[in-house]
């Protein structure tokens, strides 16, 4: 059993950057994919980005494209999200989670979830 647990939301102007984490424990082995999905209020949970265990492929919602970068250090067991030129349509909670399969980035797809962190752009 993954267990995930994220940190580095916070409140930050528009334009201005925010480094998220998530650090995961037991069971690593058996992840193949990490991601990075988001809720704001009243609507469903999206993908943001995700980011192979044990590679270097990435994919990207197109909404964060070019701002956002995800990443991973194995050795920490750590996926990272790096959220730049926010925007207000940013805010929402943000969850990090992990598949064991080949699949899309779907919630539903996703195996193991963390708790969230709270990320609020204010213009």
């Known amino acids: 059993q993954v267990q995930l647990v994220e940190s580095g939301g916070g409140s930050v102007q528009a334009g201005g950057s925010l480094s998220l984490s998530c650090v995961a424990s037991?069971?690593?082995?058996?992840?193949?994919?990490v991601g990075w999905f988001r809720q704001a209020p009243g609507k469903e949970r999206e993908f943001v980005a995700s980011?192979?265990?044990?590679?270097?492929?990435?994919h990207y919602a197109d909404s964060v494209k070019g701002r956002f970068t995800i990443s991973r250090d194995n050795a920490k067991n750590t996926a990272s999200l790096q959220m730049n030129s926010l925007k207000p349509e940013d805010t929402a909670v943000y969850s990090c989670?992990?598949?064991?399969?080949?699949?899309?980035?779907?919630?539903?797809?996703?195996?193991?979830w963390g708790q969230g962190t709270q990320v609020t752009v204010s213009s």
């Open positions: 989670a992990a598949r064991r399969n080949v699949g899309r980035d779907a919630v539903d797809e996703y195996d193991y």
């Open positions: 037991e069971g690593t082995f058996n992840i193949y994919v």
């Open positions: 980011i192979r265990w044990w590679g270097s492929t990435t």
